[in-house]
Nanobody
């Protein structure tokens, strides 16, 4: 079993910054993509940023140029640096990893529990 634990959410003023972290633990053979998604009240979950195993990145249009995703493969951890935060960035942020727990198992999606990010003055 694989567990993802997120940290780093909170309340920040518009224009401020936050850094989210998500660490995977448990039986892990390999991790493919890592990513961050978010969901605001009354909306569908949307992709924020994804980083592949070779370090390629993709961002949602609304965060491109303000957010940066990175990963530490040795620690099975993914980060999201969020700068120039806006009130519309307020949401619950979820990390996602595509994990293979042994050499011959299929890759499966795992999700963190979510961390609240609130941008308000």
């Amino acid at each position: 079993q694989v567990q993802l634990v997120e940290s780093g959410g909170g309340l920040v003023q518009p224009g401020g910054s936050l850094r989210l972290s998500c660490a995977a633990s448990g039986s892990i053979f390999a991790i493919n993509n890592m990513g961050w998604y978010r969901q605001a009240p009354g909306t569908q979950r949307e992709v924020v940023a994804i980083i592949t195993s070779d370090g390629s990145t993709n961002y949602g249009d609304s965060v491109n140029g303000r957010f940066t995703i990175s990963r530490d493969n040795a620690k099975n951890t993914v980060f999201l640096q969020m700068n120039s935060l806006k009130p519309e960035d307020t949401a619950i942020y979820y990390c996602n990893m595509i994990v293979r727990y042994k050499w011959n198992s299929p890759f499966e999606h795992y999700w963190g529990q979510g961390t609240q990010v609130t941008v308000s003055s």
